[in-house]
């Protein structure tokens, strides 16, 4: 099946530090999705990317949609503790769009907020 | 605006009994959604449906599982004769037909199968 590939696996940094991660895929996506959950919660959705090469940005986050349609990041800039938590990129693989549009999943990156 | 709805948040059964999770969508959302998750993994796809009709089943076991979303009412998973491999926690998301791909999520069931 599908696959998103998600990196890194976790992190931990400082308050105030300015985080990356990036997810990618061998197969194309017309939508990207960051979600941010926290435990025992459901996933919230920060940012949707609908276009290639789009910049997104909500508050201290911002995501883009590469340009090759397989791959987006996100980055957290000046982080405070309420940062912490899992973050997961999705989409609909372009072949189920049309129809199903089911949702992939990468297999997040937890972030930890020294403060 | 409430959000996606999910009931119960926790539910304990017994091998071999029955499981029922609701989901109301959000307000003017005619799709639902619902996935599973494991520990330290991301959601997984089962189900996706409209009003009265399932769309995709895809992702869904065949047998024990399944799923409705009446004319009027939440949308209900049932697992029938739940085994301990079906302890998970399960989200239902809903989104509007124009926007199928952006879909929001409730707070989950964590099922617990002792």
């Known amino acids: 099946g599908q696959q998103l590939n998600q990196s890194p696996q976790s992190m931990f940094i400082q308050e105030g530090e300015d985080v990356s991660m990036n997810c990618t895929s061998s197969?194309?996506?017309?939508?990207w999705l960051w979600y941010k959950q926290d435990p025992g919660e459901g996933p919230v959705l920060l940012i949707a990317?609908?276009?290639?090469?789009e910049l997104t940005s909500n508050g201290r986050l911002t995501a883009q949609f590469g340009i090759t349609r397989k791959d987006s990041f996100l980055n957290i800039s000046a982080s405070i503790p309420s940062d912490v938590g899992i973050y997961f990129c999705?989409?609909?693989?372009?072949?189920?769009?049309?129809?199903?549009?089911?949702?992939?999943f990468g297999k997040g990156m937890k972030l930890t907020v020294n403060p | 605006n409430a959000g996606v709805m999910q009931n119960p948040r926790h539910l304990v059964r017994r091998r071999g009994q029955e499981a029922r999770l609701r989901c109301s969508p959000m307000?003017?959302?005619?799709?639902v959604y619902w996935y599973r998750q494991l520990p330290e993994e991301g959601l997984k796809f089962m189900v996706y449906?409209?009003?009265?009709?399932?769309?995709?089943e895809s992702g869904m076991p065949k047998e024990r599982f399944s799923a409705e979303f009446p004319k009027e009412g939440p949308s209900i998973l049932r697992i029938q004769q739940v085994v301990r491999g079906d302890s998970a926690a399960y989200f239902c998301?809903?989104?509007?037909?124009?926007?199928?791909?952006?879909?929001?999520f409730g707070p989950g069931t964590r099922l617990l199968v002792l």
């Open positions: 197969s194309i996506f017309n939508t």
């Open positions: 990317l609908y276009k290639a090469g």
């Open positions: 999705a989409g609909p693989p372009v072949e189920t769009q049309g129809g199903s549009e089911k949702l992939v």
């Open positions: 998301a809903s989104s509007t037909y124009r926007e199928r791909e952006t879909q929001y």
């Open positions: 307000k003017g959302h005619s799709h």
């Open positions: 449906l409209q009003k009265e009709n399932i769309i995709d």
